[in-house]
């Protein structure tokens, strides 16, 4: 057993030794890299040109725009020269549809699915959790359309306008819908007699229903009528695109609501306003404790971190939180997706997962995430990614290089990680050093998007060192700061003492699950397989 295991032993028994040792760890993390505002961004005073296969330029000089139009992903650091992109290994020809890969590209490619120790319920949760803040525009890549907040956008949307239109207006509650006796979002679709399906009248202001996205967007994945009839109104355009996405949003919504009954009854004279807006926070504190707690602990291997909000403000990371490109990039663990997923002894194909919000109910939200505790996702790295999900990592690599990324170790210096000067250092498997020095001239010319996942994961972690420090910064340094975990904010006049008490009794996704299950269900839920 680690030094740092038989300490955090001891420390699991008193609660103010456990609290001292989170909070010197995530300060310790979180001083890693200089604290936001970061130099640049993705802003450039050049439009982005007309060919959807074209990138917008970035600055390469600092500016005010840069500086503080958030609708632009930020960067730690500064961009590249070209002459170093122009320099990296030619990966031109990736077309996987076409059976090109590129060379770049085949890094990535699964021919057997290496597995770890996550379960797919923590390849469900980490995309569902990543879509409310990496919101990359599809339109301009440089720009993010998320508020740069945890704020639970999946279930409320992105605006206040949103929000009233998922809203039912009655005891503070979300729209929803009873199937087989459990709770669901309700459907965003109404059969019109002799002509199909269409939106209902009350979600035709949804952004994704008002602009056309929805149907480009069911276009695009050719989502048949059968499913497209059971899919749900949701604060986002993409919360149907799989079941384990639906069944995450189904669980918050079922808690919100829940959270509105408590309310009512202990305050039987708030209107619907007022118990819609303190359900609300409550819910997102739920989630960021959630987050700390159940999720980054996954990641780190560790019973390490906790939810402690009493000392963020006093930090030097304590900022305005601006998502950045890096942590963009950084967290496209395709490899997490496996080749079938079994489900009460039944195995079924990842396309059988999109948009098919019937078969979500037909299993039963239990069932599904009780299953996808149990059954192991797979490893986060290369060579592991299935084939359908190659386009993406070719698009990765490609915005990597389109706004000029530094290498990996000019990464691992910003992050106070020490140089790698050999190959063996960054990783003892034998495939991907042999892979990477047939590509790259030398460590030093390695590209971020591909060193992420080909650096080793060691003491338990689930990948390597740099991506481990990354994926923390932004995690603290973005959470903490929520703005409903001030001091000033998070308290009893803030989310009542019903809502803290609900909170405390909140340390993980099983433990929420639990009173959202149907009455006399049961079910693991795990981030751990």
């Not at 971190?305 to 030097?316: C, G, I, K, L, P």
């Not at 809502?499 to 996704?509: V, Y």
Request: glycine fraction near 6%; charge should be negative; hydrophobic fraction near 40%.
């Amino acid at each position: 057993m680690s030094l740092l295991n038989l300490v955090l032993q001891s420390a699991e028994a008193n609660d103010p030794l456990h609290k001292t040792i989170s909070c010197f760890a995530i300060n310790q993390i979180a001083s890693a890299t200089p604290p936001r505002p970061h130099a640049f961004s993705l802003w450039s005073p050049v439009a982005k040109p007309a060919a959807p296969d074209q990138q917008g330029p970035v600055c390469d000089y600092t500016s005010w725009p840069g500086l503080t139009d958030r609708s632009f992903s930020g960067r730690h650091l500064r961009p590249a020269a070209q002459s170093e992109i122009d320099a990296l290994p030619s990966n031109a020809s990736c077309d996987p549809a076409a059976g090109q890969l590129g060379p770049v590209t085949a890094l990535f490619q699964r021919t057997q699915m290496q597995t770890g120790r996550s379960s797919v319920l923590f390849s469900y949760f980490a995309q569902w959790f990543t879509d409310s803040f990496l919101r990359t525009s599809s339109t301009d890549r440089r720009k993010n359309t998320s508020n740069h907040e945890i704020d639970l956008c999946q279930i409320y949307g992105l605006t206040e306008d949103t929000t009233r239109v998922l809203r039912s207006m009655q005891g503070g509650k979300l729209s929803s819908q009873i199937v087989e006796g459990e709770e669901y979002p309700d459907t965003l679709f109404e059969p019109v007699p002799g002509d199909g399906l269409r939106p209902k009248a009350r979600y035709a202001s949804l952004p994704y229903v008002a602009s056309g996205q929805i149907d480009t967007i069911l276009k695009q994945q050719r989502v048949p009528a059968e499913r497209k009839a059971r899919l749900y109104a949701t604060g986002l355009e993409r919360g149907n695109s799989s079941i384990g996405y639906a069944a995450m949003s189904t669980l918050f919504l079922r808690e919100h609501n829940r959270l509105c009954e408590g309310l009512s009854a202990a305050h039987p004279d708030w209107d619907d306003e007022r118990l819609f807006q303190t359900a609300r926070l409550i819910n997102i504190a739920m989630l960021l404790r959630i987050v700390i707690e159940d999720y980054i602990n996954h990641i780190a291997g560790h019973k390490l971190f906790v939810f402690d909000n009493s000392y963020a403000e006093r930090q030097n990371w304590y900022r305005t939180n601006w998502m950045a490109v890096e942590f963009d990039l950084l967290y496209r663990w395709h490899g997490l997706v496996p080749d079938t997923v079994d489900v009460g002894g039944k195995k079924y194909e990842p396309s059988e997962f999109q948009s098919n919000n019937a078969l979500l109910e037909q299993l039963g939200v239990a069932a599904l995430l009780d299953g996808a505790s149990n059954e192991a996702a797979g490893k986060i790295g290369l060579f592991n990614t299935p084939h359908f999900l190659l386009w993406a990592e070719c698009q990765s690599v490609k915005m990597g290089r389109d706004f000029r990324l530094q290498g990996f170790n000019a990464y691992r210096e910003r992050f106070s990680l020490p140089r790698l000067t050999d190959w063996d250092q960054l990783t003892s498997d034998a495939l991907v050093k042999d892979s990477l020095k047939s590509l790259y001239r030398d460590i030093d010319q390695l590209e971020l998007v591909v060193g992420l996942l080909a650096e080793q994961a060691r003491d338990g972690a689930l990948f390597g060192s740099l991506m481990t420090t990354m994926v923390a910064v932004d995690a603290f340094t973005q959470a903490l700061t929520n703005p409903l975990l001030s001091t000033h904010v998070y308290n009893a006049d803030t989310l009542t003492d019903y809502g803290l008490a609900q909170i405390d009794a909140t340390p993980s996704l099983q433990a929420l699950a639990a009173r959202n299950l149907k009455p006399g269900q049961q079910a693991r839920i795990s981030f751990d397989r």
